[in-house]
């Protein structure tokens, strides 16, 4: 089990970028697919952004291709999110999340999460 702190989430005009980090305790951090997922209000929390163990692998949702780049640094148990030309949206609570199974993209497969950080696009 990893405990999950998110972080860089705040407002942003239409056009502009922000980075997501996510912290993660404990010593395997390496062995864990790496997520990020988001919820608007009023619907489902959905996949955006995954990452392989060590980095060698990146999948996206199509709403984010291009614009939306995952990566990690396991010496510093953190994974980004690099959101540019963000939409108004992409605004939603942006969550981190840990799985053990390979490139997964659905949340009942993700064992850990942390509690989330805003992000909101103004037009």
């Known amino acids: 089990q990893v405990q999950l702190v998110e972080s860089g989430g705040g407002l942003v005009q239409a056009g502009g970028s922000l980075r997501l980090s996510c912290v993660a305790s404990g010593r395997t951090f390496g062995s864990y697919t790496m997520g990020w997922f988001r919820q608007a209000p009023g619907k489902e929390r959905e996949f955006v952004a995954g990452i392989s163990w060590r980095g060698g692998s990146t999948y996206y949702a199509d709403s984010v291709k291009g614009r939306f780049t995952i990566s990690r640094d396991n010496a510093k148990n953190t994974v980004y999110l690099q959101m540019n030309s963000l939409l108004p949206e992409d605004t939603a609570v942006y969550y981190c999340?840990?799985?053990?199974?390979?490139?997964?993209?659905?949340?009942?497969?993700?064992?850990?999460w942390g509690q989330g950080t805003r992000v909101t696009v103004s037009s």
């Open positions: 999340a840990a799985s053990h199974q390979w490139l997964v993209t659905t949340t009942h497969l993700y064992e850990d």
